[in-house]
């Protein structure tokens, strides 16, 4: 089953960066979407970043301009790369293909972003 393992969270100032990967295990990253998710307590995961298997990408508009979603197929890997970051924006940051059928697959344990001065 494929599993994915987020890595690269941590306490941040207000204005500061971080860099978010995710880990895909399997043989069918390079063919599949891929998107950024995060969660705060008591509230549904939102859908932040995609990136389609080709490089398109779309974002929400309140991480539009700050964030970068990338992937590196070789590796299995997408990556979050976050500046200027808000207190607004500390939640368990976690990825997994934005697709439904993908519902069923568990989520990974996510890695936690704290934006606090």
């Known amino acids: 089953q494929v599993q994915f393992v987020e890595s690269g969270g941590g306490l941040v100032q207000p204005g500061g960066s971080l860099r978010l990967s995710c880990t895909v295990s399997?043989?069918?990253?390079?063919?599949?979407?891929m998107g950024w998710y995060r969660q705060t307590p008591g509230n549904q995961r939102e859908l932040v970043a995609t990136?389609?298997?080709?490089?398109?990408?779309n974002y929400v508009d309140s991480v539009k301009g700050r964030f970068t979603i990338s992937r590196d197929n070789a590796k299995n890997t997408v990556y979050l790369q976050m500046n200027n970051l808000k207190p607004e924006d500390t939640a368990v940051y976690y990825c997994?293909?934005?697709?439904?059928?993908?519902?069923?697959?568990?989520w990974g344990q996510g890695t936690q972003v704290t934006v606090s001065s």
């Open positions: 990136i389609t298997s080709s490089g398109s990408m």
């Open positions: 997994k293909p934005p697709v439904g059928a993908w519902d069923s697959t568990p």
């Open positions: 399997g043989s069918v990253f390079r063919v599949i979407a």
